[in-house]
Nanobody, 127 residues
Framework: QVQLVESGGGSVQAGGSLRLSCAAS????????MGWFRQDPGKERERVAT????????YYADSVKGRFTVSQDNAKNTVYLQMNSLKPEDTGMYYC????????????????????WGQGTQVTVSS
């Protein structure tokens, strides 16, 4: 079992920045596939970035490339999502996911490919 707790969401104006955190605990392991996803009400959950826990390779969605950056603090078992140049369309509930059950990390992966999820943290970007 892996437990994930997200934090750092909030409300910002367009052009602003936020940094989200995802603290992982339980049966984590190096090389575990993880991801950041987001979801707006009435829409499907979409991938933001996927990566290896303890690894350097990250796969970003086209919509966030050049604006969002994933980083990790392995000593704290925490991953971060630095979000810059935020746009209103970035609004949504952001979720951290872990442990791939199918597919190849960190290439384009779907929410159903992951076993564990956090509770989410809300990001609201106003124009």
């Amino acid at each position: 079992q892996v437990q994930l707790v997200e934090s750092g969401g909030g409300s910002v104006q367009a052009g602003g920045s936020l940094r989200l955190s995802c603290a992982a605990s339980g049966s984590t392991y190096e090389g575990m596939c993880m991801g950041w996803f987001r979801q707006d009400p009435g829409k499907e959950r979409e991938r933001v970035a996927t990566f290896y826990f303890g690894g350097a390779l990250t796969y970003y969605a086209d919509s966030v490339k050049g604006r969002f950056t994933v980083s990790q603090d392995n000593a704290k078992n925490t991953v971060y999502l630095q979000m810059n140049s935020l746009k209103p369309e970035d609004t949504g509930m952001y979720y951290c996911a872990a442990h791939l059950v199918r597919g190849t990390c960190p290439r384009a992966l779907n929410p159903g490919d992951f076993s564990y999820w956090g509770q989410g943290t809300q990001v609201t970007v106003s124009s």
